[in-house]
């Protein structure tokens, strides 16, 4: 297959992908690999089973195959009924939910409205990273085992959205295994039941877990309605080397793999029995800076805070040519954006979407302005298997900004020690950061009041403000538009929202990354603008 082996690194690279299929191999016994497993890959593992541990698209869309919540998205994410048959606002902050009946989790225990208020309940404990979601709840009350009361601490007419991920656990079990508290995932509770178990009432059960090694998924025998995919097993592998996932996938050992870089698109178009699935994703890549502290934690500034400057943040917004990453790094699969959200989002207002322009000589200006003629250090925290490209976005980003003067330390790592180190559970211990985000609701608002409202432990408002910014303005008209249900006088405070956090670069968007899969042929499933792969709609053809 190779003629030519040029050196011992990139032995040692074949080596480790010769290892990485016989590995896969062994994982799926012929015996078992016939016509109804489905093998696939990402880049890094699921940081939990537990439903309420991480705030992530990949765990949650993970998860979604495992547990479900209230509502769900179907293929082409149309809000539907799930665990609750029908819903009802019956006042400005009082709902009704008929939950389903003869639903049961895969111990055979049966789903109730006491699962709903428990899980409720777990999603604000204190490792919880949903906590966003659960604070849209004011109080659940119990009417009988399959009604329930919600009510919202203010009107929230889009609180069915609000619940598609909070997912509902097994009260009985949860309280068995001493699990009615979520994992943290700053660490030190891998021993939480939840975090190695699952017990859900989703299509699939999970029958082996082994953390960054593989999980296996088997159709549940009682599922409660009929799915479109025939996957009987699912097979699923972390692997963080690029090379390696798109070897495996075009050896046949893998049936779908994601992502794929963009510069191997050609690579899949041109080899036998795979393609490249391609499309917009609606996840918006940014960059924050902590705007809250009066020093920040990783700099060689002492005594003040450069980010508290607006001058520093458009300094650090001018230096960034998001033109060469779209180009140079995502070979023009990008979307350079001005905007928190995408195209496909709810409230994106297409004439607010332009940015700030490539000006390194201005951005020269407002820095010596600004009292840092010379520029200063600052460490850059950055996933390294989350999105598409990170480390090469984020070193990118700190060969432009050391163009103005700013030497960036880049600390680059794999999510689950990111997550654990950036997230509100270790204190947002972050002075710099690279981060996406794709709207569970599909709606502005949810931008707006994870990443965009003052951090608030009451509300969960701005839980995911790693930096802090906080304009009272915004935080206003957050709380106003999630009330509001006039379209056009909502559009209004969600675009003035957007102008004034853009106006203080509040932070910096780069741009919506790619939907870049890739799949062998004989597989047919649905690929979704969040990203999520949802195996009630894979079938296996051949």
Same mark, same amino acid.
Request: net charge negative; with cysteine.
């Given at each position: 297959?190779?003629?030519?082996?040029?050196?011992?690194?990139?032995?040692?690279?074949?080596?480790?992908?010769?290892?990485?299929?016989?590995?896969?191999?062994?994982?799926?016994?012929?015996?078992?690999?016939?016509?109804?497993?489905?093998?696939?890959?990402?880049?890094?593992?699921?940081?939990?089973?537990?439903?309420?541990?991480?705030?992530?698209?990949?765990?949650?869309?993970?998860?979604?195959?495992?547990?479900?919540?209230?509502?769900?998205?179907?293929?082409?994410?149309?809000?539907?009924?799930?665990?609750?048959?029908?819903?009802?606002?019956?006042?400005?902050?009082?709902?009704?939910?008929?939950?389903?009946?003869?639903?049961?989790?895969?111990?055979?225990?049966?789903?109730?409205?006491?699962?709903?208020?428990?899980?409720?309940?777990?999603?604000?404990?204190?490792?919880?990273?949903?906590?966003?979601?659960?604070?849209?709840?004011?109080?659940?009350?119990?009417?009988?085992?399959?009604?329930?009361?919600?009510?919202?601490?203010?009107?929230?007419?889009?609180?069915?959205?609000?619940?598609?991920?909070?997912?509902?656990?097994?009260?009985?079990?949860?309280?068995?295994?001493?699990?009615?508290?979520?994992?943290?995932?700053?660490?030190?509770?891998?021993?939480?039941?939840?975090?190695?178990?699952?017990?859900?009432?989703?299509?699939?059960?999970?029958?082996?877990?082994?953390?960054?090694?593989?999980?296996?998924?088997?159709?549940?025998?009682?599922?409660?309605?009929?799915?479109?995919?025939?996957?009987?097993?699912?097979?699923?592998?972390?692997?963080?080397?690029?090379?390696?996932?798109?070897?495996?996938?075009?050896?046949?050992?893998?049936?779908?793999?994601?992502?794929?870089?963009?510069?191997?698109?050609?690579?899949?178009?041109?080899?036998?029995?795979?393609?490249?699935?391609?499309?917009?994703?609606?996840?918006?890549?940014?960059?924050?800076?902590?705007?809250?502290?009066?020093?920040?934690?990783?700099?060689?500034?002492?005594?003040?805070?450069?980010?508290?400057?607006?001058?520093?943040?458009?300094?650090?917004?001018?230096?960034?040519?998001?033109?060469?990453?779209?180009?140079?790094?995502?070979?023009?699969?990008?979307?350079?954006?001005?905007?928190?959200?995408?195209?496909?989002?709810?409230?994106? !207002? +297409?004439?607010? /979407?332009?940015?700030?322009?490539? %000006?390194? @000589?201005?951005?020269?200006? *407002?820095?010596?302005?600004? =009292? $840092?003629?010379?520029?200063?250090?600052?460490?850059?925290?950055?996933?390294?298997?989350?999105?598409?490209?990170?480390?090469?976005?984020?070193?990118?980003?700190?060969?432009?900004?050391?163009?103005?003067?700013?030497?960036?330390?880049?600390?680059?790592?794999?999510?689950?020690?990111?997550?654990?180190?950036?997230?509100?559970?270790?204190?947002?211990?972050?002075?710099?950061?690279?981060?996406?985000?794709?709207?569970?609701?599909?709606?502005?608002? !949810? +931008?707006?009041? /994870?990443?965009?409202?003052?951090? %608030?432990? @009451?509300?969960?408002?701005? *839980?995911?403000?790693?930096? =802090? $910014?906080?304009?009272?303005?915004?935080?206003?008209?957050?709380?106003?538009?999630?009330?509001?249900?006039?379209?056009?006088?909502?559009?209004?405070?969600?675009?003035?929202?957007?102008?004034?956090?853009?106006?203080?670069?509040?932070?910096?968007?780069?741009?919506?990354?790619?939907?870049?899969?890739?799949?062998?042929?004989?597989?047919?499933?649905?690929?979704?603008?969040?990203?999520?792969?949802?195996?009630?709609?894979?079938?296996?053809?051949?």
């Amino acid at each position: 297959m190779f003629t030519h082996i040029g050196n011992t690194r990139t032995r040692r690279r074949l080596a480790a992908t010769s290892a990485l299929i016989a590995a896969l191999a062994v994982a799926v016994p012929a015996s078992q690999a016939d016509a109804q497993t489905f093998r696939w890959a990402f880049q890094g593992d699921l940081q939990s089973l537990d439903p309420h541990a991480l705030n992530e698209t990949f765990t949650l869309g993970f998860l979604g195959n495992v547990y479900e919540g209230l509502t769900a998205y179907d293929k082409d994410l149309n809000l539907i009924p799930a665990l609750a048959e029908s819903w009802e606002n019956v006042g400005p902050t009082t709902w009704i939910f008929r939950l389903r009946k003869g639903v049961k989790f895969h111990n055979g225990n049966p789903f109730t409205a006491a699962d709903v208020v428990m899980s409720w309940k777990r999603s604000l404990s204190e490792g919880s990273d949903m906590k966003a979601y659960g604070r849209k709840i004011k109080d659940i009350r119990i009417i009988d085992d399959y009604t329930i009361e919600i009510e919202t601490p203010a009107p929230n007419p889009i609180l069915p959205r609000d619940l598609v991920f909070l997912y509902i656990m097994d009260a009985e079990w949860a309280e068995a295994n001493n699990t009615l508290e979520a994992t943290n995932v700053k660490g030190g509770e891998e021993g939480n039941y939840a975090n190695l178990n699952a017990n859900g009432t989703g299509p699939f059960m999970v029958v082996e877990r082994q953390p960054d090694v593989r999980t296996v998924l088997v159709r549940a025998p009682d599922y409660w309605r009929e799915i479109e995919g025939n996957v009987e097993r699912g097979v699923f592998t972390p692997i963080a080397q690029d090379a390696t996932r798109v070897a495996a996938l075009i050896s046949g050992e893998l049936d779908m793999a994601y992502p794929i870089p963009v510069q191997d698109w050609d690579r899949l178009e041109a080899a036998e029995g795979v393609r490249p699935l391609t499309g917009p994703e609606a996840r918006t890549i940014f960059l924050g800076m902590d705007q809250a502290r009066d020093e920040l934690l990783y700099s060689n500034v002492k005594g003040r805070n450069p980010f508290k400057d607006r001058r520093v943040r458009l300094a650090f917004a001018l230096a960034i040519d998001v033109e060469a990453i779209r180009d140079k790094i995502m070979r023009g699969a990008s979307v350079p954006a001005g905007l928190m959200v995408a195209p496909q989002i709810n409230g994106f !207002n +297409p004439e607010l /979407n332009d940015r700030w322009p490539y %000006d390194p @000589e201005r951005a020269k200006a *407002l820095l010596a302005e600004a =009292g $840092y003629p010379d520029g200063f250090e600052i460490t850059m925290d950055c996933p390294n298997n989350r999105y598409v490209n990170d480390e090469k976005i984020c070193q990118a980003v700190a060969a432009m900004l050391a163009k103005i003067g700013v030497k960036v330390d880049l600390l680059a790592q794999p999510k689950s020690k990111y997550f654990a180190k950036v997230l509100a559970q270790n204190d947002y211990d972050t002075s710099f950061y690279l981060l996406g985000w794709t709207p569970g609701t599909f709606d502005s608002h !949810n +931008p707006i009041f /994870n990443l965009m409202m003052c951090r %608030d432990k @009451e509300t969960g408002a701005g *839980l995911f403000n790693l930096g =802090g $910014y906080c304009n009272p303005r915004v935080d206003e008209l957050g709380r106003l538009i999630e009330s509001e249900t006039d379209p056009e006088k909502r559009q209004a405070m969600i675009d003035e929202a957007f102008r004034i956090h853009k106006e203080d670069v509040g932070h910096i968007p780069l741009h919506q990354q790619p939907l870049s899969w890739g799949v062998r042929d004989g597989i047919a499933l649905v690929q979704r603008p969040d990203n999520v792969l949802d195996l009630r709609y894979v079938r296996v053809l051949d």
